[in-house]
């Protein structure tokens, strides 16, 4: 009986202890943001949500950036339920990252709103989405996941450097490790052919570094800090078309793992949190578990951070615009 006692012991531990690993680091800042504003690209579910939450009990005034108005609607009722405080302001605005009219017509309601923000989270993301092309010409993963952020976050600017000091985090993958700089250019000038799914996807968390690594030099003598946040490995809606996640039967095989090596949303989160909090004003990095991490060699490439820049704007020709009115 006692080696059965033991046993359990032991696996117990082993289990606890694993769990407790993957769940990653935890954001231990004790920072505020009463009224401030703070604006999250896919704050309706997953990591967004989960975030949203994490500010909404700090006092932060929350833009909640939703393709889906309605899921967007439903989240701002669940997040308030959620707090003590009652009177947090939180508002819902439609954002279609795949297209540009949308970005620009979202970022001219902002401007009329409100008269700075403290952070912008570049948060939203898809993955395995099947090859299509926007309205706008480009691939939709390529121009959801870095090209439609790399438009908002120019056209919110001007907003963001009216705040004494803010902040802007990307939110990225340990993906971008997966990629090379052929991967890199292939897919950024030829946005109707299709790639593999797990390339493409790596080449938008790549390219949201080097966006990191070169605004934050071109912002060096602003009041804003850019950062490179990487959650992890996430229980969320991201794979909803990833055929291993998104068969019922085989996800029913992995899910007792998963509950062990798979992040919450809330624990997601406490990255991109501890960006948001952290009293360390260091820019241009990439934070891992809430602590400063090293990501690819390619993503410290600054010649390579500005070429990319460059061909960035190459790419959305005059579709790119920061000027807009109320």
């Not at 704050?43 to 393709?67: M, P, Y």
């Not at 480009?138 to 009216?162: A, D, P, R, V």
């Not at 052919?193 to 912002?219: P, Q, W």
Request: glycine share 6%; net charge positive.
């Amino acid at each position: 009986m006692w080696k059965y006692i033991a046993g359990t012991v032991v696996v117990g531990s082993v289990t606890y202890g694993l769990y407790r690993y993957f769940a990653g680091g935890v954001c231990k800042c004790t920072a505020r943001l009463d009224g401030l504003v703070v604006v999250i690209t896919g704050g309706n579910s997953g990591i967004g949500k989960a975030l949203a939450v994490e500010l909404a009990q700090r006092g932060a005034t929350l833009v909640l950036a939703c393709r889906d108005v309605e899921k967007g609607i439903n989240a701002k009722k669940d997040i308030l339920l959620s707090l003590n405080n009652k009177n947090v302001k939180i508002f819902v605005k439609r954002l279609d990252l795949a297209s540009v009219s949308s970005i620009l017509k979202f970022s001219e309601s902002l401007k009329c709103e409100f008269s700075e923000i403290y952070a912008l989270v570049n948060n939203a993301g898809i993955f395995y989405h099947p090859h299509t092309v926007t309205e706008d010409g480009y691939e939709i993963t390529f121009q959801t996941n870095y090209l439609g952020h790399f438009i908002l976050t120019h056209n919110l600017l001007t907003l963001l450097k009216k705040a004494d000091h803010s902040r802007i985090v990307n939110v990225t993958s340990e993906a971008h490790r997966l990629v090379n700089v052929y991967d890199l250019n292939a897919i950024t000038k030829s946005q109707t052919e299709f790639r593999s799914h797990l390339v493409a996807y790596g080449v938008t968390k790549l390219a949201l570094i080097l966006f990191t690594r070169y605004l934050f030099k071109k912002l060096s003598n602003t009041n804003i800090i850019v950062n490179a946040a990487n959650p992890g490995n996430v229980e969320t809606s991201l794979f909803r078309y990833f055929p291993f996640l998104s068969n019922k039967f085989l996800y029913g095989l992995q899910w007792p793992i998963r509950q062990i090596v798979v992040k919450s949303p809330r624990q997601g989160a406490q990255t991109i949190l501890h960006c948001l909090l952290t009293s360390n004003r260091t820019t241009g990095q990439y934070y891992s578990d809430c602590k400063l991490s090293l990501p690819s060699p390619l993503a410290l490439d600054d010649k390579l951070a500005k070429d990319y820049y460059e061909l960035t704007l190459e790419i959305l020709g005059d579709r790119f615009s920061t000027e807009s009115e109320c």
